[in-house]
């Protein structure tokens, strides 16, 4: 089990930047031994895939719409995984949730949204233009 608080979304324009961090309160399993992802939902659309990172923090995968902007990482020092998103877009306005997989093996990292047991509430990104 573990719980899973986002932070650090708000108004930002444009071309800006912004961290966004998921802590986490996990009880009798590490947190270093989840998997981790970021999620996003624009209103009227479905949940996406944005970013997600290995239990030790050495690989990575992003969606295509992100790369090159966003980068996830992780402080298992700290039971805290990051999401730093520059260049921000009109496009990238949504709820960003994290999440965590439990039964992942070490050095991978899903997309598929359903492998992830645990989610946080989110935090709003809004950009303007």
């Known amino acids: 089990q573990v719980q899973l608080v986002e932070s650090g979304g708000g108004l930002v324009q444009a071309g800006g930047s912004l961290r966004l961090s998921c802590s986490a309160s996990s009880s009798g399993r590490p947190f270093s031994e989840y998997a981790m992802g970021w999620f996003r939902q624009a209103p009227g659309k479905e949940r996406e895939f944005v970013a997600a990172?290995?239990?030790?923090?050495?690989?990575?995968v992003y969606a295509d719409s992100v790369k090159g902007r966003f980068t996830i990482s992780r402080d298992n020092a700290k039971n805290t995984v990051y999401l730093q998103i520059n260049s921000l877009k009109r496009e990238d306005t949504a709820i960003y949730y994290c999440a965590a997989d439990r039964t992942a093996i070490d050095g991978w990292a899903s997309r598929g949204p359903n492998v992830y047991d645990y989610w946080g509430q989110g935090t709003q990104v809004t950009v303007s233009s």
């Open positions: 990172i290995s239990r030790n923090g050495k690989s990575t």
